[in-house]
């Protein structure tokens, strides 16, 4: 069984970074963030493979980047140029096999941390 605990969520003004971590206990293969907002459909970020392979939805390509330290376990995603349209609960999610994608693909999720951007 993975557990997956995240956090690095809060508020900060539009233009702004954050960083956020996910430290995982157990075998993980392909992670991702995925991120909901109040009303919304879940939304895919960002997921990474094994060999350091990425992927980005394509509302955060060229803002947001996604790692891993396999060594800590840790999945991180650097935010930068948030804007509104960002804030979100941000969930990390793994799975313990191919493929590694935006669709059902994950059987482990974290609780979110939230993410605010004000203008």
């Known amino acids: 069984q993975v557990q997956l605990v995240e956090s690095g969520g809060g508020s900060v003004q539009a233009g702004g970074s954050l960083r956020l971590s996910c430290v995982a206990t157990g075998y993980t293969y392909c992670m991702a963030w995925f991120r909901q907002a109040p009303g919304g459909e879940r939304e895919g970020v960002a997921n990474i493979a094994p060999d350091g392979l990425t992927a980005y939805g394509d509302s955060v390509k060229g803002r947001f980047t996604i790692s891993r330290d396999s060594a800590k376990n840790t999945l991180y995603l650097q935010m930068s140029s948030l804007n509104p349209a960002d804030s979100a609960m941000y969930f990390c999610?793994?799975?313990?096999?191919?493929?590694?994608?935006?669709?059902?693909?994950?059987?482990?999720w974290g609780q979110g941390t939230q993410v605010i951007v004000s203008s």
């Open positions: 999610a793994a799975n313990n096999w191919p493929p590694c994608g935006f669709g059902d693909d994950y059987n482990y």
